[in-house]
C-alpha cells in the first residue's frame, strides 16, 4: 500500500482509496474495527483521514436529525477504529466533550458542503 500511495505515477488514481476501503470491508466482515499501522507518513495521513472523511460525512449525510448516532455504531459501520473516527470529527469540528464523552456534534453545512464538492468531481 505504502508504495501504490507514494509513487508518482499511481497517485491520485484511485488506488490507494480502494485499497484502504478493501481492508475496511475485511474488517467489517471480520466484526473488528480496523486502523492503519502506525506511525503513519505524513502522505499515509493524508490517503486515510480522506477516506476516514468521505466516509463518515457520507454516512452521516444519510442520516436525520432523529438518529442517535454513537462512535460505537460508527466503528461497527464502517470498520473504522474508534481513535481514528474521534481524531477525524474532531478535525472536522464535530465533535465535543461532555462530561468525560465524546459527543458528536453534526453541523449539516459541512456535510452538505461536502457532497456538493464530490458531486462537482464526479
Known sequence: LACILTFPQFQKC?????????SYELSKREGKPGSPEKPLSDLGKISYRSYWTHVLL???SKQ????????KGLCEMTGIKAEDIISTL???????????QHVIFVKRHIIDEYMKQQKRIR
Open 90 to 100: 474532531q478535525s472536522l469540528q464535530m465533535i465535543k466533550c461532555w462530561k468525560g
Open 14 to 22: 484511485g488506488y490507494g482509496k480502494f485499497i484502504i476501503s478493501l
Open 64 to 71: 436525520s436529525a432523529k438518529d442517535n448516532i454513537q462512535i
Open 58 to 60: 457520507t454516512l452521516l
